[in-house]
């Protein structure tokens, strides 16, 4: 059969109307009860992919859905515009970055505008605005006058491939490039830094505030890396040095057989032994060209991961020397840089104890039987002096403390994974930070009406691992505000992220020119009531995005009650190809214009919201097209149900009845199913319902004497109006069909169910066993005999008669009986 409707020429017409008619353009004074949708804004790369596709359709029905439930629904759009991308198509074509950004702009725009999804254009940011960049600088500027921001010589995470710096964030597992997939490597740089750590307690503990996805807050848990545990003082053999050593386990420290330092601590150079300084110096050099994922690394065998420096750390639980040794899993970003090893009670310090052929000495008695390795469980203190006997182990630890302070050497102390955020990029294509370095005044914050600093359009661009503003005089060189003397542009920009860490905020008034955020309209719709987008960003974005919300309050640039940006996360599911995430670095994407171009828009939303629980990934099959064909084929019979082209689908005018009646009560319980649905993002059993909806109207309509036609009407109706923001155009053709020029299905209000139309007439079907009455069984009239067998077989005379006997056989034949024989 061919298709009931034109889709292309459906969709194109609604797509102008909702334009021109401006239907979901918000006022900020907008009387309605307001609510903030909003999907994470892309970069743009090109027309958009399936991923797009399956991210704005969610953030789409939720829109729609919304706003016809009444809500004054803020839904803008914009584009996290910086990247390196850009600049690398300019080092292989000659493109300029803004040329081919604003070309990539236009494509995805386009993209996005086929597909349905309808926003408030009007508020449309783009990271490479000039009055977005001149904000992004005045922030750096109240960063920097409150301490927020600042400078410092640091090892950092150096990627060959993109020529620039990486934060922490940005290095894979396997210590490559998110990007460019190269192997990362350290360098000493001079930095720009934001001190996110002045944060991490309120970041960690307002977690459990926030409607988001347990695994998302459990990722930035982690990420922060909250310990409680001691810090104290080991004295060096034979010096005056001190080695200051955090550790959880206090505790354990009887079984402390040797000391580990990260191969950065500032004692290496002064506590290795002469003999074997030209070993320990190859070792450090070695260890520092490593990324750090692959330094943490456990299934790397332990042996040449290490390195006796010769020196001996005086143990001050037992005053025993042992050896200080370098380690490569050892880090000088966390805790204070040093260790104390107890391989009994650490399985890492137990395979490096083994490979260097170090003792092993138990503080904790392990359960009879153990035969692993190192134990960390509760048990008996051993070998513990004045701790041995105790079992539990928060009082051993407590007890350790205690004497740590009492000897003045150490004290309770908590530490953090979490590091200060590294926001300066070797890179053209972002925004520059706005400070100038002067001779004679040093670190000179260029004045906010000076702001902002844009880019040159002529520099040249080279991957020569200096950012090409360094190259261009006319940007490098300028006056000192402050002396008037000749001085030097900062030639690194920030990086990305800084962009899309605020941008939510700027969409509640995008038009106010002189400050980043109008407090009032930041009152009205923040915090975002839902976002939307990848678990990707679970310790990227959105970690970076909570620290700015706090941070712009605290310098005044934001309300300062709001305090997190995203009051509910959803994460969408990853569509995979041949097992591997879809993604453009391995051509595996597939265009959406096809489907757009064939079978429709509303098609492809459909299959998107029906293929499986949003949150799951999917992957993309040979067999997908098929399925996005049947989505179109229920469109299809959705049309010819609602054009009266389908058989019987006009209806009749004779009186209504009991079927008539049951029509009316599941269109109600589809209302409460649907909405349901909606409410938990179960949009796969939403279109099944739908589905299942349609195929009903079909058998009414084809029943004996015809569907009522007032019933078959308010039926499809409701149907058109649960669609409408799954499939918005055919819906929105269909409804106009049915009601008038002029008629538009989504500015209806969403449908309610009657109550009354939900409670469901029971029936009583009697239970025999053997033939004869033995009990009664009361069940709703659309029970499956599966059902009516089970709730015949749980009731308790039955049972008695069972005897706990299984029946040989049970002949249900609802809704009159269920004869069970034994």
């Avoid at 349905?116 to 920097?144: C, E, N």
């Avoid at 991490?200 to 990722?219: G, S, Y």
């Avoid at 990227?540 to 940006?565: C, M, N, Q, W």
Wanted: glycine share 8%; proline share 7%; hydrophobic share 40%.
């Amino acid at each position: 059969m061919s298709n009931a409707y034109d889709a292309q020429a459906v969709e194109s017409l609604w797509q102008a109307r909702w334009s021109t008619e401006r239907t979901y353009e918000v006022g900020n004074d907008d009387p309605r009860p307001p609510i903030y949708v909003l999907c994470m804004y892309p970069y743009p790369s090109g027309p958009a992919h399936q991923g797009h596709v399956r991210n704005y359709t969610f953030g789409d029905l939720n829109v729609r859905w919304r706003t016809m439930q009444g809500y004054a629904v803020l839904s803008p759009f914009g584009f996290d515009s910086f990247g390196l991308p850009a600049e690398n198509a300019a080092i292989k074509s000659g493109i300029q970055p803004r040329v081919f950004t604003d070309a990539r702009i236009g494509e995805l725009s386009s993209s996005v505008v086929r597909l349905g999804a309808v926003y408030d254009w009007r508020r449309t940011v783009r990271s490479h605005d000039p009055i977005y960049m001149k904000f992004d600088q005045v922030i750096f500027l109240r960063f920097l006058e409150a301490g927020l921001a600042y400078r410092k010589k640091a090892p950092v995470n150096w990627c060959p491939g993109c020529n620039t710096v990486l934060a922490n964030e940005q290095v894979r597992s396997d210590g490559t490039c998110e990007r460019s997939g190269d192997l990362v490597v350290k360098k000493d740089l001079e930095q720009w830094f934001f001190r996110i750590t002045a944060y991490q307690d309120d970041l960690l503990a307002a977690l459990d505030t926030l409607e988001w996805p347990e695994r998302v807050k459990t990722m930035q848990r982690n990420w922060i890396g909250r310990s409680e545990g001691a810090q104290f003082e080991m004295a060096v053999a034979g010096s005056d040095e001190r080695i200051d050593v955090f550790t959880t386990r206090p505790d354990t420290a009887f079984g402390m057989t040797f000391v580990v330092l990260a191969p950065e601590h500032p004692l290496v150079p002064t506590i290795t032994a002469p003999e074997r300084r030209q070993e320990v110096t190859a070792f450090v050099e070695r260890v520092r060209q490593k990324p750090e994922i692959e330094r943490q690394s456990t299934e790397i065998s332990f042996e040449k991961r290490g390195i006796f420096t010769g020196a001996y750390a005086i143990n001050p639980f037992n005053g025993k020397e042992v050896p200080i040794y370098l380690a490569d899993y050892v880090l000088m970003g966390y805790g204070t840089g040093a260790i104390m090893a107890v391989p009994a009670e650490d399985q890492r310090d137990w395979e490096f104890a083994t490979a260097y052929a170090l003792p092993i000495i138990r503080t904790v008695q392990p359960p009879e039987g153990w035969e692993g390795e190192a134990y960390t469980g509760d048990g008996p203190r051993i070998n513990s002096a004045w701790l041995n006997g105790i079992v539990d182990t928060g009082e051993a630890k407590q007890k350790a403390n205690e004497w740590l302070e009492e000897k003045g050497i150490g004290k309770r102390a908590v530490q953090y994974r979490l590091r200060d955020w590294l926001v300066s990029r070797q890179r053209y294509w972002g925004t520059p930070i706005p400070v100038i370095y002067c001779p004679d005044d040093g670190i000179v914050p260029v004045p906010e009406e000076d702001l902002p600093v844009l880019l040159p359009d002529n520099v040249q661009f080279l991957p020569t691992g200096e950012s090409p503003l360094r190259k261009d005089e006319a940007f490098l060189w300028t006056t000192c505000p402050r002396c008037g003397g000749r001085a030097q542009r900062e030639t690194d920009t920030m990086d990305t992220f800084v962009a899309s860490s605020w941008y939510f905020l700027r969409f509640c008034d995008p038009w106010v020119t002189d400050v980043p955020v109008d407090e009032k309209a930041a009152e009205r719709w923040m915090p975002v009531d839902q976002y939307i987008g990848g678990i990707e960003h679970a310790i990227l974005h959105l970690l970076y995005a909570r620290f700015y919300t706090r941070a712009l309050g605290d310098v005044g640039l934001s309300p300062k009650d709001i305090s997190e940006p995203f009051k509910r996360l959803f994460t969408q599911g990853m569509i995979r190809m041949d097992g591997t995430k879809m993604s453009k670095s391995k051509g595996n994407l597939i265009a959406p214009e096809k489907y757009f171009d064939s079978v429709g828009a509303d098609s492809l939303r459909i299959f998107h919201l029906f293929v499986g629980p949003p949150a799951d990934d999917f992957d993309w099959t040979d067999q997908t097209d098929d399925v996005i064909e049947g989505c179109r084929h229920f469109l299809d019979r959705v049309w010819r149900l609602a054009t009266g082209e389908a058989e019987g689908s006009v209806g009749t005018e004779r009186g209504p009845g009991r079927a008539d009646d049951e029509v009316t009560k599941a269109t109600h319980r589809l209302i409460e199913r649907v909405t349901r649905d909606f409410e938990r993002w179960s949009y796969n059993t939403a279109v099944a319902a739908l589905r299942e909806h349609t195929n009903l109207l079909y058998r009414y309509t084809q029943s004996e004497g015809g569907a009522h036609r007032a019933t078959l009407t308010q039926s499809v109706d409701t149907l058109l109006l649960l669609l409408a923001p799954m499939a918005p155009h055919v819906s929105a053709e269909l409804w106009e069909r049915r009601h008038g020029e002029g008629a538009r299905a989504h500015s209806q209000p969403w449908p309610v169910a009657d109550p009354a139309m939900l409670e469901e007439e029971l029936i009583t079907l009697v239970v025999q066993v053997n033939g004869k009455l033995r009990d009664k069984v009361t069940v709703p009239p659309t029970a499956t005999e599966e059902e009516v067998v089970a709730a015949a077989l749980a009731r308790p005379k039955v049972a008695a008669q069972l005897d706990g006997r299984e029946p040989s056989r049970v002949i249900a034949r609802p809704p009159h009986l269920v004869n069970i024989v034994i």
